[in-house]
C-alpha cells in the first residue's frame, strides 16, 4: 500500500473538516488544523510547514527546543515561508513557564492561578501579551489535567489581576473512544460552558475559540463547534510510521 504523502494527508483532513462544517452549517474558515509535531522529526516539521501547515503544537520545550529554533531560524531566512505558529498544547509546570512565553504565541493549558501568575510575569518582561485557553476537564477523568468547568469562573475572576493574559477560548481533550460520537456530550458541553461564560460577563472580552478534537474525534468536535482542532496521527504521523 502506497503511503499518503503529507500534502495528501493534508488535503483529506481538509475535506473532512469541510464535510462536518456543512453538516454542521459552519463555515470552514472557522476552524484552524494545529499539526501536533511532537511525535516526529524537525525534517516531517518542515514537510508540514510546506504542505501549508503554519500552526505547529508541541507538548514539552525540551523535545520542541531543536524543531522551535530550526525552523524559526529558516522562517527568517526565507522570505518566501511563512513564519509558523506555535502552539504549547501540553500541560505546563508553573517553573517551565518561563522557557514557553514568548516563543508559543499560543498556550493551551492555562489552568490554575499559580500558572497564571509565572505566565504573566514572563509576558510583562517582554513586554507582551500572551493568548491563553483555558484547560477545562469536562469529562472528570483523573488522567486529564485542567480545572473543572465548575471552576471556571472563579478562574476567571482571578484572571483579571494578571494583564498580560488574554483569555482566548477554552481547550479540553476528550476521552478516546472507539466510537467518536460518544465525545460529544464533552465537546458539546465546553461550547455551553464557553456560551455560559460569554452570556455572564466572566471574562473581559468574550471568549472566542474552542480548542477541541484530536485524530480520532476532530469531527465530532467541528460539528459541536471547534475552533482549533489538534492533529498528530492522522496529519504528520509518528516517526516509526515514516521509517
Known amino acids: 500500500m502506497t503511503l499518503m504523502t503529507l500534502a495528501e494527508r493534508k488535503a483529506e483532513v481538509d475535506r473532512r473538516i469541510e464535510e462536518a462544517c456543512r453538516r454542521a452549517g459552519r463555515d470552514p474558515s ?22 501549508g501547515c503554519l500552526n ?15 525552523l524559526e531560524r529558516e522562517s527568517s531566512e526565507a522570505d518566501e ?35 497564571a501568575e509565572a505566565i504573566d510575569r514572563k509576558a510583562a518582561s517582554l513586554g507582551i501579551t ?6 477545562v476537564n469536562v469529562s472528570g477523568e483523573q488522567s486529564k489535567h485542567g480545572l473543572s468547568p465548575e471552576g471556571l469562573q472563579e ?15 477554552l481547550m ?17 458541553r465546553l461550547r455551553e460552558l464557553r456560551d455560559e461564560a460569554n452570556r455572564q460577563g466572566w471574562f473581559p472580552e468574550p471568549l472566542t475559540e474552542l ?24 496529519l504528520v504521523g509518528k516517526e516509526e510510521e515514516l521509517m
Open 81 to 115: 515561508r511563512e513564519k509558523p505558529v506555535w502552539h504549547f498544547i501540553g500541560s505546563l509546570q508553573s517553573n517551565k513557564a518561563k522557557d514557553v512565553v514568548g516563543k508559543f504565541t499560543y498556550i493551551h493549558s492555562l489552568d490554575r492561578l499559580s500558572l
Open 211 to 234: 480548542s477541541m478534537g484530536m485524530s480520532n474525534d476532530f469531527e465530532v468536535a467541528v460539528e459541536e463547534g471547534a475552533t482549533r482542532v489538534r492533529l498528530g496521527t492522522i
Open 155 to 169: 478562574l476567571a475572576e482571578g484572571l483579571r489581576q494578571y494583564p498580560a493574559i488574554r483569555p482566548v477560548g
Open 130 to 135: 500572551v493568548p491563553c485557553f483555558i484547560q
Open 172 to 188: 479540553t481533550m476528550a476521552p478516546h473512544e472507539g466510537d467518536p460520537e460518544l465525545t460529544r456530550p464533552v465537546f458539546r
Open 56 to 70: 505547529l503544537g508541541e507538548n514539552r520545550w525540551q523535545d520542541a527546543r531543536d524543531k522551535w529554533e530550526a
Open 30 to 51: 472557522e476552524v484552524s488544523v494545529i499539526a501536533v509535531t511532537k511525535y516526529v522529526s524537525l525534517e516531517r516539521a518542515r514537510e508540514a510547514l510546506a504542505a
